[in-house]
């Protein structure tokens, strides 16, 4: 009887692995039916002969009390995102950059949950999440329930490989149909039911979800003999995993691009979600010349599709104060579904856009999110209107402070002019620690926001004087030694920053990242640029004198020059550290767009260099274009350079310019 549990585990494992991994039956689902059976009986009648790769241990019944830390011996990394072709080709050349001309393997990015798999002597042992990718959780028994991961592979190894657990989307809907005959809550999209369900403490409950699972990565190839990722991939599909077979090797970034179009295409029709490409360079010693950041490797990337438009009802419109006390209108939505995420809010950033977009509250309504990140509201549905919506009102007063709202001349946006509104130092003191601005990490909105209530921080000059809060610091929950650390040392770093970031997080209004960038280089320091009159600014190329007036108005207040002198007090590093304006008859005053792949600078080389002649780098082609200076493989913004006429330089002549 032993001799035919063991034929039978052998039968049901070769037809599972033939059905699930490479999609093609061998047997019947009677025969499948009735060999199972017998075999559920023989391991009933002898339990103490069931073996762990058995295919009954594929069907769950094992509940956990909670999930155990695991610390994973490779850390498992993110990867860096990318939104448009001209990105993409960025990449690429930052890779050239390094004196590498790789192939690339190209993936599909399947929406779902990252796992790590680990076996030993050819027998799963771990199964674990990603986490923060340094510590996961122990998910082995619910991975077990998964029919596509082999419990033992077809050689005795010891390995770890990772990959993408995910629902597939005939799965989610058969689940969501007997959910609703239950009158239970429905699973939103296929990544959040992937993950809800791996994440059971009773796995009968996740192998009912039917999970599936492609493997894609092996993190230590070297060891086990392979020069390229392919040959990993390879491998891992030779022990009895399954791999996506949309994987492709191809030779240059063109090719890749191609695969873009062709898998973009394709999205619609797979049995999978996928929210973009992966790329990554084929060879491990490529790989490993390139490295790593902090947070990616530098020789993967994901380029991430565009994104897909839903309608929901537009239930109301409120309104916000930013840090320069611009009042905004948000849209308020019926929660909606949008790439992946439930949206109920979204920007409608000023009166003129509500009123050009004919919005009233009450309609039905297109929503995106531009780069698959931020909610944006395309246009209103208005054969949709039933003569119940309500039209938009502006507001008069300000919603948080009530001071009447004014709007000057020629501009569009309403503002709060009460300095001292609550809502307006909230807002500025976010936007001074932020990415563009001095990016102190450890200081988001939220704990912003509880900074100013408790008292530790009202202006700019308290960030530098939180050191002397640490006691308060650590009697509030999820502050320990080491996060109050972290934080403190971001604030004294960021002491060092260039003084364009600076200029910048001091919300001077209308003057953003490239302005401030283009002053900081101008002026070296900021009491040349508080030194300065209107003419001077005004005559600066691409300031004018709405900015310079706002500029002079901003070091005219006394609140504001005070708050500068303490941030000298601080040690505030005040000067420009980057490369300084010469003036260059080729570049000064003229606008640059950059196409294609150039061979010895990244794009932000040549655009930091352009800037440094005086010209400026924009992203589209358009009749006040200048120069467009054309690399390999340059598309339609070439085109469209010889159809308006516009002068066009190969790298050769810009290299010649800048001589």
């Known amino acids: 009887m032993q001799e035919r549990m063991n034929e039978l585990i052998d039968i049901i494992n070769e037809a599972d692995y033939n059905y699930h991994t490479l999609d093609n039956p061998t047997i019947t689902d009677q025969e499948y039916d009735m060999y199972l059976r017998e075999l559920f009986e023989i391991e009933a009648e002898h339990p103490e002969w069931i073996r762990e790769d058995s295919p009954t241990q594929h069907a769950g019944g094992k509940i956990i009390e909670g999930f155990e830390k695991v610390t994973h011996k490779i850390p498992m990394m993110s990867l860096s995102d990318v939104f448009s072709e001209d990105e993409v080709i960025d990449f690429d050349e930052k890779i050239k950059k390094e004196g590498i001309n790789p192939q690339y393997v190209c993936e599909l990015k399947i929406d779902g949950l990252s796992v790590s798999l680990l076996y030993e002597k050819g027998k799963l042992v771990r199964a674990a999440t990603r986490g923060d990718g340094t510590t996961g959780e122990d998910i082995t028994h619910n991975a077990k329930t998964i029919k596509v991961i082999p419990l033992k592979l077809k050689e005795p190894v010891d390995i770890e490989v990772r990959g993408e657990i995910f629902m597939n989307k005939k799965t989610l809907e058969e689940l969501n149909e007997k959910?609703?005959?239950?009158?239970?809550?429905?699973?939103?999209?296929?990544?959040?039911?992937?993950?809800?369900?791996?994440?059971?403490?009773?796995?009968?409950?996740?192998?009912?979800?039917?999970?599936?699972?492609?493997?894609?990565?092996?993190?230590?190839?070297?060891?086990?003999?392979?020069?390229?990722?392919?040959?990993?991939?390879?491998?891992?599909t030779k022990l009895g995993f399954k791999t996506n077979p949309n994987n492709r090797l191809v030779n240059n970034i063109n090719e890749v691009l191609e695969y873009i179009a062709e898998k973009g295409e394709l999205r619609p029709s797979l049995p999978y979600d996928i929210d973009g490409v992966v790329i990554k360079v084929n060879s491990i010693r490529q790989q490993q010349q390139l490295g790593y950041t902090a947070k990616y490797p530098k020789w993967a990337t994901a380029y991430k599709f565009p994104a897909v438009e839903v309608l929901t009802k537009l239930k109301d419109i409120i309104f916000t104060v930013g840090r320069t006390g611009q009042i905004t209108p948000n849209a308020v939505l019926d929660p909606v579904i949008v790439a992946g995420s439930t949206i109920s809010r979204a920007t409608l950033h000023n009166e003129d856009y509500v009123n050009e977009k004919d919005l009233k509250i009450g309609d039905i309504v297109s929503i995106r999110k531009a780069g698959d990140v931020i909610p944006e509201v395309v246009e209103v549905k208005k054969e949709r209107r039933t003569g119940e919506e309500k039209d938009f009102v502006m507001i008069t007063n300000c919603p948080m402070c009530d001071t009447p709202l004014v709007k000057k001349e020629g501009q569009v946006d309403y503002f709060c002019p009460n300095n001292k509104c609550p809502a307006r130092h909230i807002e500025g003191l976010i936007h001074f620690v932020s990415r563009d601005a001095m990016n102190i990490d450890g200081l988001g909105d939220r704990i912003m926001e509880d900074f100013y209530n408790f008292g530790f921080i009202k202006n700019v000059h308290d960030i530098y004087l939180l050191k002397n809060h640490e006691k308060d610091l650590?009697?509030?929950?999820?502050?320990?030694?080491?996060?109050?650390?972290?934080?403190?040392?971001?604030?004294?770093?960021?002491?060092?920053?260039?003084?364009?970031?600076?200029?910048?997080?001091?919300?001077?209004?209308?003057?953003?990242?490239?302005?401030?960038?283009?002053?900081?280089?101008?002026?070296?320091?900021?009491?040349?640029?508080?030194?300065?009159?209107?003419?001077?600014?005004?005559?600066?190329?691409?300031?004018?004198?709405?900015?310079?007036?706002?500029?002079?108005?901003?070091?005219?207040?006394?609140?504001?020059?005070?708050?500068?002198?303490?941030?000298?007090?601080?040690?505030?590093?005040?000067?420009?550290?980057?490369?300084?304006?010469?003036?260059?008859?080729?570049?000064?005053?003229?606008?640059?767009?950059?196409?294609?792949?150039?061979?010895?600078?990244?794009?932000?080389?040549?655009?930091?260099?352009?800037?440094?002649?005086?010209?400026?780098?924009?992203?589209?082609v358009s009749k006040k274009t200048s120069v467009v200076i054309v690399g390999d493989a340059p598309g339609s913004k070439y085109d469209k350079a010889k159809e308006l006429g516009i002068e066009i330089w190969t790298e050769d002549d810009f290299k010649e310019k800048i001589k």
């Not at 971001?490 to 490239?514: C, D, T, W």
């Open 179 to 236: 959910r609703k005959k239950k009158n239970e809550p429905l699973l939103q999209n296929c990544r959040n039911a992937a993950a809800g369900s791996i994440r059971q403490l009773d796995s009968k409950i996740a192998a009912e979800r039917k999970l599936d699972n492609f493997i894609y990565h092996l993190p230590n190839p070297l060891d086990y003999g392979f020069e390229t990722h392919m040959e990993a991939i390879d491998y891992m």
């Open 474 to 620: 650590k009697r509030l929950e999820g502050f320990g030694e080491k996060s109050i650390t972290n934080l403190l040392d971001a604030i004294e770093n960021s002491k060092q920053n260039s003084l364009e970031r600076l200029i910048f997080g001091l919300g001077i209004p209308h003057v953003g990242a490239k302005t401030a960038k283009i002053l900081a280089s101008r002026f070296h320091t900021l009491d040349n640029m508080i030194e300065a009159d209107e003419e001077t600014l005004t005559n600066i190329e691409d300031i004018g004198g709405i900015i310079a007036k706002s500029i002079k108005d901003y070091f005219n207040n006394e609140e504001n020059m005070k708050i500068i002198n303490d941030l000298k007090s601080e040690n505030v590093n005040m000067e420009y550290l980057g490369q300084k304006i010469v003036q260059n008859e080729n570049f000064s005053g003229k606008s640059f767009v950059l196409t294609g792949s150039l061979t010895d600078y990244s794009r932000e080389e040549a655009s930091e260099i352009i800037e440094s002649f005086g010209g400026k780098t924009v992203n589209s």
